[in-house]
């Protein structure tokens, strides 16, 4: 093996039977404002032809008087039964063709840098990624994708893991240039990028719209992008864990997505780091000019901090429209100097988020706005939200729910509850709010301010219980066109007999927050899908001095609810 790099343009030979074959292009980078190298070369490209044999009597057999081919077969091929290494069998494959890959740690020239050639074929390990392990001891890349390839070429249950790519383009694990590959049961752990411009420890999609499914992407680091990014392109990713990367320039520990829009979907977005000296912004997801789509994701855990540090859970600069429907954003920080949402920060975009919870998020710092959100020259439109027990905290904090700094959001249907120091701080002009429960209130069409019954806010519950103010309560007109679901996935619009309908529309009349009270559990007042000992517990223990126990929503408890209850009694709930 060589010992340096090869030259641009250069063919190395490197001994029997390898052969390096490099080019380079440039390209403008939006980081160094100037051109950046690229590079597909330095791949080994292994030449081996000892099985072309096999292919060749395969077609005899299958051509042969008396049998009558209606398609070639497709071949599987085995590595390293069949060639000795996955680089080999790549080469040998056709279209169609699947490379299987046995069990085992592979490692060396011809198991790392991969490149399919534009092939359409799949390359699998036998018996899932915890078996098979593509470990590149911190030299080179798992795979590279730069030849156009689409989601027919596949890379399936292979663990990619310890990849280091410095100087060239990004994707420490895995590099998609131009390229639409399609990345299911992987894990790509470990991986790093490095260097100016490098994006994307985990994965670096360029120009391309990859598919990424059901595969834990954990452990990466790179500047921009800790586990994954992408520029100018559109990767779909759903059914991923993106947990515990980090960005050392500080931009998206866990996504960073840059003239994009991807699709993330069902996903979990964890302990994901954004660290930077002077800014720092989304540590789980940060959009720059990006219009992405995240829809039934969790986002938690991360973490922002820099100087200036923008977004814990989510940063959206210069995006126009991302949609945030259906994610559940908590127990994200931003911390720094100058702090500016706890859990998801706009500056100069206009996403939509409808059915999300945004609780428990913090800034922290010598100025912190937005514990939960915060906006910047930015019109969010928020419907249908749960936003509470976020803090922003430090000497000069505002917003503890929601800091509007010149922007103009509309924020219906919404909760605002228990956030420290304050529900709403704007500056110059008041947001609209309307149809939200705001504590402390606030002036506006449909607003009230009273407790919101939550279930069990202390460990996360943000279901009512029965007879909360805000079921039923809620603008039917503010539910963006489309939705029809709540957070669960319930149905999001149910009519509450026992409550009067206080919103706006034809009933049934939407709820408040982000999850519809579905009133199918008559008797339950703990929200735990039952009608129980514990139930009447409650009911007997608030006889007549609470509304607590109250199921007919008539501010009393009383022998009408007990009626109730004892007409359930011992039912489970759908
Ligand atoms: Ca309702
Ligand atoms: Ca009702
Ligand atoms: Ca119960
Ligand atoms: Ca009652």
Redesign the pocket.
Known sequence: MPTSAPKAGARVDTGPGLVYNTFRTSVPHPLNGGMREASGGGEPKGVHVMCAHIRIIAILLLVAPGLTPATVKADTIHVPRDYPTIQAGIDAAQDGDTVLVADGVYTGSGNKNLDFAGKAITVRSANGSLRCFIDCEDSGRGFHFHNGETSASVVDGITIANGYMITHRGGGGVLCYYSSPTITNCTIMGNRAQGTGAWGGGVYCEGGNPTITNCTIAGNTAPCGGGVACWDGSPTITHCAIVLNAASDGFGGGIYCHYSSPAITQSTIAGNTAQGTDVASGGGVSGNHSDLTLTTCTITGNTAHGDHAYGGGIHLDDSNNPTITNCTITWNTAYGNYVYGGGACCVNSNPTATNCTITCNRAQGYGAWGGGVYCEESSPTISNCTIAGNTADGDHSYGGGVCVDHSDPAITNSILWDDTPDEVYFYPDSPVIAYCDVQGGWSGTGNIDADPRFADPDNGDYHFLPCSPC????DNDAVPEGITSDLDGSPR????PH?A?T?NGDP????MGAY??Q?DCPGDLDADRDVDHADLGILLGTWYTSDEGDLDCDGDTDHADLGILLAHWGEGCP
């Open positions: 079921i039923d309560a809620g619009f149910v009519d509450d409550m309908d919103g049934p009349i939407v709820d519809e009270f009133a």
